[in-house]
């Protein structure tokens, strides 16, 4: 089984691939889960504007078919978003839209990450996988990260000793995934 941990920002400087990577460092290991981190910064895909709907499958343009193929590798995800003005950022959700039936019935985990963790884009995260019908996880691990934290270029300067309080929600979060992902199989 494949899960793709998605980076949900696109801005520059952002702090989402480091706390990518940090997940997939940290997140408990099993020897049938292979862990990917996708980033949607590297597929460029402008805003929605695939002439038929997505339930159709129907893809006019490559830059769909390229995402569609990557989103069906896996079997379950863990998406890593930032929170935006209490949202999460319209690059994932744009990435998110082009989509429909590679994300329904599989099972995804929201990490959040901002000032105050980022619950609140966690929280509509959840209503739009909701939807798709994807299999949500209850424990979303919510991570705070302060201006003291970042350094050059708005990077966490020590992510191991700055996330180390996160580490236990991260694996009862990684459980519940797991568990769901064996369901599914």
């Known amino acids: 089984m494949k899960v793709q941990i998605i980076i949900g920002s696109t801005r520059p400087n952002r702090v989402g691939p480091q706390i990518a990577k940090w997940v997939s460092e940290n997140i408990p290991t099993k ?5 990917e981190i996708v980033d949607i910064a590297d597929f460029n895909l ?5 002439p038929a709907h997505p339930a159709t499958g129907q893809y ?3 830059y769909t078919r ?8 896996a079997s379950g995800y863990i998406l890593v978003t930032p929170e935006y003005n ?5 690059s994932l959700k744009n990435a998110m839209d082009y989509l429909y039936h590679e994300w329904s019935n599989k099972p995804v985990m929201i990490v959040s990450y901002g000032v105050g963790g980022g619950p609140t884009s966690s929280a509509q995260l959840r209503q739009v996988v909701e939807r798709l019908k ?9 991570l705070t990260v302060t201006r003291e934290m970042t350094g050059e270029h708005d990077q966490i300067k020590d992510i191991s000793t700055s996330f180390k309080p996160y580490v236990g929600n991260l694996e009862i979060a990684a459980v519940e995934l797991l568990f769901k ?4 199989s």
């Open 86 to 90: 209490a949202g999460y950022p319209a």
């Open 181 to 184: 992902l064996t369901e599914n």
């Open 60 to 62: 006019e343009f490559e």
């Open 31 to 35: 020897s049938t889960v292979e862990y």
């Open 66 to 73: 390229v995402w569609s193929e990557k989103i069906k590798e």
């Open 46 to 50: 402008p805003m929605f504007n695939e």
């Open 134 to 142: 994807m299999h949500p996880v209850d424990t979303s691990p919510a």
